[in-house]
Each structure stands twice: as structure tokens, then as C-alpha cells.
């Protein structure tokens, strides 16, 4: 049987009756952190929320006001979890997040015109697609596709849609000859019930569970973003269908109009402008870079002039990197002083570099990784990585001071 959502997905509320409800789980991962909530399976006569399949993923709504956070299908039914039960046997009222339903009917008869006219036009195949939470993807079997092809599909998709074709739903039995003569990727090893067969008039008929638009035109616009490489010389085709077309359009005009303050110029000229702006940066950056040399090496020659030379000698500077403390202590190039550089915020995170004796700086570097609370590796004389707390950097100049005091006391 097919569920009421397939056979009208243009409705939004029904009244139905509970047929189950019994204690369930879902695992959910928001925002990366995984949590299982505790609530309930409710089995209902008919549904209007689409479980997922197909490529679409399922619908939200509420029965009796209660949310449904999960629809997933078991054979003939679907489960709908909520965190609050409900008496088998009791009238409810369903209703579907609309929003969410309409552009995912949007989004799979976009995909279903898109696979059509890129196989009738050049034999691409259709592998597999997804429907994302942003853009939608199709995976077609080819390593590439130009852009000319890219341009020719979405041309012909979008014709379509100006005529207007209407999309049927049909529903065979799985004996009946003409499913042989129908596109699909095959059925679910629990599919139970009819075939269900879309067809957009003229252009293609293919098995689908899912919900679709009844006429092309409720599709507004299909706007194709590019392709990529995909997985096994595929290539990854990515579009947007309807309101998804409108909500782009407007965030890119949104970003069109900040950049055209912040750059003060023209839409024409933003890109040119940028160019101009990561060519001044780039220069900047090789000046300061050279300036940073400089300093370094002005830097080791007066750490060499300090009165604490052949002991511990310390020095820190706010800016600068790995490569700063790199070129003081290639300068210096002493294997007689324990040499502690630092970089960074003077309380917060920064990098250090510890060079010296090799045995000392063997034994000291991971202790000193340990007082900054930070992390590093090294060989031959010199250690060297991140610390998180540079506020301890007094007690790293006292740990080598003693290691310096006990080696001078055995000597």
C-alpha cells in the first residue's frame, strides 16, 4: 500500500487512527555531539510524513501537535518517533511541516528531469544522488563532464519547465510487463506493495517512492553550480531546484552588496579588486618577511653579547613564527648554551624552541613541552613545538637554570 504522503504530496493534514505505539530509540548526532533520546514508535493506518527513501530524506510534522522526530519505513509501515505516547486505537490529526515537504518535492522531480536530459542528451548516467541539506547532488557515470554539456542540460531542464509538463504518479504490480520498460536502480530487499512509476510526459518515467511536484512548473528553476570529481571516475553534478534557487540568489546578493562597500567598487570590478588586494598582501607579506630575517639576525647577535652566554639564555617576542626562531638559532649555532626562544601572546599560546647540548635538550624538550602545557618533537639539539600557556615560561628558565647549576656542580 502506498502511504498518503505518495498518493497526494501536495496534502498537509489528514485525520488517521494509531494502530501501534511502543518504546523506541533514536540516535541523533546535532552539531557533532551524538545523543540517543528515549520516546516511542508510533505505527499509524496511514501516514501524510514520508519515511526516507529513495534519495529523499524523511519528512517532519506532528500528530496531535506532538513533533515527530524520525520517519522511517518497516516493510508496509512507518515508524514516526515521538517522545511522548499515544493510545492505539485514537483518532489523531497529522500534519506536515510544509517548507520542509514542498522543497523536498522540489528538489527529487528536479533531480528526476536532470537525469532524464543528460542521459536523452549526451548518455550520461545517473549512479546515485543525494539530497542535501543545501545544494542537491547527482553522481553521473563519467570521469567528466564539460561545460558546454553543463550549460545544454540546464538550458533543456528549464524549457521544460516553461512548458509546463505535468508529472503523473502511477502505481504497477511487480508482475506487470511494463516495469521491465521503466528506469530505476532497482527495489529494496524489504519493498512491499505496488511499483510506484513518475512519469514527467515526454520525457521520462522512472520507479520512485518518493514525493514529487504534479507539474514542472511548481519547480520554478533549476540552476546547475558546476560538477566535480567524484568517487570511481564519476563525476559529481550539483544543482538547486525552486526555492532553493530564490534563498541562494539572495544570500549571493547579499555578499555582493558588503563586498561592493567594503571594496568600493562596482559588482564588474570585485574580482579585480580582490586580485589587486592579495597582490598588495603578498608583497606586504615578503617585505615583512624579510624584516622578520633581518631581525632575527640582529636578534642572535646580541643574544650572543648577553652575560648569561654558556649558561641559560631566554628570549621571547610576541610576533613572529617557527621559522623566526628557527633562523636565530641557526645563527647563533652554539651547542654550548641552553637557548630558550618563545613566540606568541605573553600569557596565552605560542610556539617555543629549545636548542643546546644535544643530551639537554634530549631530556629537557619534552619536560618543557609538559610546563607550557603544549606538545613538540625534536632531533639533534633542538626541540621545538606549540604550548598553550606561555605564563609558565619563568618556570621552564628555572628548570634549566637548575639542570645548568647541577651539570656545572658534577663538572
Known sequence: MAFRCQ???????????????????????????????????????????????????????????????????????????????????????????WERRFDHMQQHSGQHLITAVADHLFGLKTTSWELGRLRSIIELDSPSVTAEQVAAIEQSVNEKIRNRLPVTVRELS??????????????????????????????????????????????????????????????????????????????????????????????????EAVKKLQNSIKLLQKNNLNLLRDLAVHTAHSLRSSPDWGGVVAFHRKEGDSEFMNIIANEIGSEETLLLLTVGDEKGAGLFLLSGPAEAVETLGPRVAEILEGKGAGKKGRFQGKATKMSRRAEVQALLQDYVSTQSAEE
Not at 43 to 61: A, C, K, M, S, Y
Request: charged share 25%.
Open 7 to 97: 498518493r497526494d504530496s501536495y496534502a498537509r493534514e489528514f485525520t488517521t487512527s494509531v494502530v501501534a505505539c511502543c518504546p523506541a530509540e533514536l540516535q541523533t548526532d546535532a552539531g557533532g555531539k551524538k545523543e540517543v533520546l528515549r520516546g516511542f514508535h508510533v505505527v499509524l493506518e496511514d501516514t501524510l510524513l514520508f519515511p526516507e527513501g529513495g534519495g529523499q530524506p524523511d519528512d517532519r510534522g506532528t500528530i496531535n501537535d506532538i513533533p515527530v522526530l524520525r520517519v522511517t519505513r518497516r516493510g508496509a509501515q512507518a515508524d514516526h518517533f515521538t517522545q511522548t505516547p499515544l493510545s492505539p486505537g485514537s483518532q489523531v490529526q497529522v500534519q506536515v511541516d
Open 174 to 271: 511487480l508482475d506487470d510487463p511494463e516495469v521491465e520498460q521503466v528506469r530505476g536502480r532497482g527495489l529494496p530487499d524489504d519493498h512491499a506493495g505496488p511499483i510506484r512509476v513518475i512519469t514527467i510526459e515526454g520525457v521520462d518515467s522512472n520507479m520512485c517512492c518518493g514525493t514529487h511536484v504534479s507539474n514542472l512548473s511548481d519547480l520554478q528553476v533549476i540552476k546547475i553550480l558546476g560538477t566535480e570529481k567524484g568517487k570511481k571516475n564519476k563525476t559529481n553534478l550539483m544543482f538547486l531546484a525552486g526555492n532553493r534557487v530564490l534563498k541562494w540568489m539572495e544570500r549571493s546578493h547579499g555578499t555582493e552588496k558588503a563586498l561592493t562597500t567594503l571594496l568600493k567598487c562596482g559588482a564588474e570590478e570585485h574580482v
